[in-house]
């Protein structure tokens, strides 16, 4: 393949690349004002020993057939010919399609995958299953932000509109006199936007807002959530408890008449609900500073202060992703609305509240006037849903039901589930219990390009080229470049794109012409782009053709200009422009979750205990955040993010107070534990962090020394063996797993080294293995 230097995207950002014997040399986009270290993750990646370089198949599942089996994850391997590979799996989708229907298949598959559009990888198992298959049983909702995305439209609107059309980075250097930021800013995680980020601004609106008096408050556990340019203040609080510091906030506001009335009374329903509540006329609890004080670990007079500096100012209230993505995650988001509406705030320029800003590169930015066109998924047959985090639950217990978002379901009995572009033991909790859960399925198949804990845990898996193999076209609607993905590098070892593997099997099933349209990849990219051209004619808006576009490798797109933000709209006439929620204003008071009837969240925000809490067992917090060093867990294997790694394991911070404790010194392997199991890291000791609180950030792949371990021990550091695999609450059943409660010591243990990295050996065989007959299932 060619040794010139071609264009590529990665959701870390643009970048031109040229091969250099195996390794990769990187150069990033010339219009990126500041890039992300991630790309040298890609130096090793091409060839790199993780590479699944030719289908294999679990020898069990190969011998008996499919069947739930106890041995996934720790059984042998044996290599197949793509023949051979595509043969069993058509057959296998038939014999389930047959007997089950659609109902039997889990096409949820979710993951990042990679930037380009039409190898997206959930868009081409969606598309097979529907085209092919007649549909699956799918999933909905995000690990990102399971609990905001089913509540803001309860209460403001439709989360996108306000993360992605919340108040921009150009409205807050020009505007704010204070962010207030409920889980940091942290640069680490602007670095990334799915589809691509060819531009990394935030640093720059950062330095450019601190100079003209921006003043950044960060409320984290964590120092390091406020990046040094924000030149702003750390309010250490205990995790899980801003709800309760927002309340006492409201508290102050409201004893010394600092609250908004007017805006209340115009724009809001439900803040007499939210009064009492405060002043505890239901049940005697009076929500005030000092109840806080208790709660979150910052002091009363603190928090009288915070509530003070915010009344009269330009204001923007920020919540992260993260709050959410823990038991009863809806409460302070919500009540981050309720306090930037008791300020007045909301609709003004650089004021009010935004969900998110800074958490993905794609917030706060310009929208392109058209968004680049889909892969077309075909139409579901069956309407049978789970959210998305609910999939260990759904497999353990088919048939059960339960409560989502006003609605009772019934969780289906799934036999055979298909993955592309993602790792289930990468972003799940509780990884013993997934690995129980994955042990029912007659059949796991796996499309990947690296040999990940969930590979290791499937029946069949397929080998798929990475992006820079193949052509696709990167694109993001708030990213203004349209990326030319050309390919650097031939495929590695048998590898094929995942469009490529289905629509083999499409063959196989008799269903090619529906899967395909006819168009091989470069058709559909030709096909795609050709839709982007009509959508920007109708603006009259003349792009080059796609032979001029190949040829540049970059396209600049026109953007919107702060057009058509709903809360600004709304401000100025609440009457024309009324939100989408049923009263058509904010609701502080929401009839339609307290119709739910839910314990677990009733009709206004309120402080709920969270499920887990620190005891004598398990007294430290975990945080279990996004990773400075990669996105998610893709290239662990990278030469950046083994930078971050000591003698090639995680890190995990702990406070100095809690080390000299606890006899732990800076670079001791230690071990944290809980009654979901054992992970070693490597221990970072900095003032950095609250005591009482560790922190160790997802992504180090699992590493099990015995993966059907009942309480498995990690040796690389994946904190996912420890987190609670429950759902959010009644209302939203996001995913938790921000946040948990272990125990740590110095690890005492026996030393094996890493195995993460080194892929399974396939083994030989003789004979013919069985044919296709399921074991374990009387039917
Ligand atoms: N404890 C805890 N857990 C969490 C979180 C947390 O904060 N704490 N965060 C959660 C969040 S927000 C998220 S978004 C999830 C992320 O979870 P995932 O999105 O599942 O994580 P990734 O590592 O990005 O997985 C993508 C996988 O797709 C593969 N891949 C990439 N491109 C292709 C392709 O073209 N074809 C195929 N077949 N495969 C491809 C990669 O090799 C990789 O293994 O994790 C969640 N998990
Ligand atoms: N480098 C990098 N960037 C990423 C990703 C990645 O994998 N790598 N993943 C991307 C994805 S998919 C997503 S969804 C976003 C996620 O965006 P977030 O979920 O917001 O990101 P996190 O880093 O998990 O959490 C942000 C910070 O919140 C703080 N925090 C944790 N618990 C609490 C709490 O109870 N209260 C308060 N006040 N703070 C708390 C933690 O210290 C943490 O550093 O990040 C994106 N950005
Ligand atoms: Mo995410």
Same mark, same amino acid.
């Given at each position: 393949m060619t040794q010139k230097a071609v264009m590529h995207s990665a959701h870390w950002g643009a970048f031109t690349a040229r091969l250099q014997g195996d390794r990769l040399a990187t150069q990033p986009f010339?219009?990126?004002p500041d890039p992300s !270290?991630?790309?040298?993750?890609?130096?090793?990646?091409? #060839?790199? !020993?993780? #590479?699944?370089t030719q289908p294999m198949a679990r020898r069990g599942w190969l011998e008996q057939g499919p069947g739930p089996d106890e041995r996934r994850g720790k059984d042998e391997w044996v290599a197949l010919s793509w023949d051979e590979a595509y043969a069993r799996v058509a057959d296998e989708l038939q014999r389930v399609g047959d007997r089950y229907g659609p109902a039997g298949i889990f096409g949820g598959s979710y993951g990042w995958s990679s930037a380009g559009r039409f190898h997206h990888a959930q868009s081409q198992v969606h598309r097979f299953l529907n085209t092919v298959m007649g549909g699956y049983v799918r999933s909905v909702n995000s690990y990102s932000s399971g609990a905001a995305s089913v509540l803001l439209p309860h209460i403001v609107g439709d989360m996108n509109e306000i993360a992605r059309r919340g108040v921009s980075w150009e409205e807050i250097a020009q505007h704010s006199d204070i962010v207030l930021a409920f889980g940091g800013l942290a640069l680490k995680n602007a670095q990334v936007a799915s589809g691509g980020l060819s531009e990394h601004t935030e640093r720059s609106f950062m330095q450019q807002a601190a100079q003209r008096g921006t003043r950044f408050i960060s409320v984290s !556990?964590?120092?390091?959530?406020? !990046?040094?340019?924000?030149q702003g203040e750390w309010l250490a609080l205990r995790p899980g408890t801003d709800a309760a510091l927002m309340l006492g906030i409201l508290s102050v506001l409201l004893s010394e008449k600092r609250t908004d009335e007017a805006f209340l009374a115009r724009y809001t329903v439900g803040w007499p609900q939210m009064v009492a509540y405060l002043r505890g006329e239901e049940d005697g609890t009076v929500r005030d500073a000092v109840w806080a004080a208790a709660i979150c670990g910052v002091s009363a007079a603190a928090i009288t202060r915070l509530a003070r500096q915010l009344h009269g100012r330009r204001v923007l209230i920020t919540v992260a992703h993260a709050l959410q993505r823990a038991g009863h995650g809806e409460q302070p988001v919500w009540l981050g609305l309720v306090l930037a509406a008791a300020l007045g705030q909301p609709g003004l320029p650089g004021g009010g509240y935004t969900y998110?800003?800074?958490?993905?590169?794609?917030?706060g930015k310009h929208h392109n006037l058209v968004s680049f066109p889909a892969l077309p998924q075909g139409r579901n047959g069956i309407d049978r849903l789970i959210p998305v985090a609910r999939i260990a639950d759904m497999l353990l217990h088919p048939g059960t039901q339960f409560d989502y978002n006003g609605r009772r379901l019934t969780y289906p009995h799934v036999r055979l589930a298909l993955w592309a572009g993602g790792n289930p033991f990468h972003h799940h909790q509780d990884l013993a219990r997934l690995r129980q859960a994955f042990c029912q399925l007659d059949t796991l198949i796996v499309h990947e390009s690296v040999w990940t804990a969930t590979a290791r845990h499937a029946d069949i898996v397929l080998p798929a080229t990475l992006s820079l193999e193949r052509e696709d076209i990167g694109a993001a609607p708030t990213d203004r470049h349209l990326v030319a993905m050309q390919p650097v590098a031939e495929p590695c070892g048998e590898a094929q794109d995942d469009y490529t593997i289905f629509t083999m099997l499409a063959r196989r099933l008799g269903r090619e012409q529906a899967f395909t349209e006819g168009r091989d990849a470069r058709g559909w990219l030709q096909h795609l782009y050709g839709q982007l051209q009509e959508k920007l004619a109708a603006h009259a808006v003349t792009l080059p053709d796609f032979a001029t576009f190949w040829q540049a490798g970059v396209l600049t797109l026109p953007q919107l200009k702060d057009g058509g933000r709903l809360i600004n709209a709304f401000r100025a006439d609440p009457i024309a422009a009324p939100l989408p929620t049923p009263s058509g204003k904010i609701e502080i008071y929401s009839a339609t979750i307290a119709g739910f009837a839910y314990p677990s969240c009733p009709g206004h925000p309120v402080w709920l205990t969270p499920p887990q809490q620190p005891d004598a067992d398990h007294p430290f917090w975990l945080i279990a955040n996004q990773p400075a060093t990669r996105l998610h867990s893709q290239l662990d294997f990278g030469e950046y993010s083994l930078s971050g790694k000591r003698q090639g394991r995680e890190q995990c911070s702990l406070h100095p107070d809690d080390a000299r404790r606890l006899n732990i010194r800076d670079g001791d392997i230690i071990e944290l534990y809980n009654m979901r199991g054992h992970v070693l890291a490597s221990a970072r000791v900095t003032p950095h962090i609250m005591p009482g609180v560790v922190q160790l950030p997802t992504g180090a792949w699992y590493d099990p020394v015995d993966p059907a371990a009942r309480r498995p021990l990690c040796r690389h550091g994946n904190p996912n063996v420890l987190t609670l695999d429950k759902g959010t609450s009644a209302l939203t059943q996001g995913c938790s797993g921000q946040l948990t409660v272990v125990q740590v010591r110095k690890y005492q243990g026996e030393l094996t080294p890493v195995q993460a990295f080194t892929p399974p050996q396939a083994v030989a065989i003789t004979g013919s293995p069985a044919p296709a007959a399921t074991h374990g299932d009387p039917s």
């Open positions: 010339q219009g990126d !270290p991630l790309l040298q993750n890609f130096t090793t990646a091409l #060839r790199h !020993p993780a #590479r699944v !556990p964590l120092k390091t959530d406020l !990046p040094d340019e924000a998110a800003l800074g958490a993905l590169g794609h917030y």
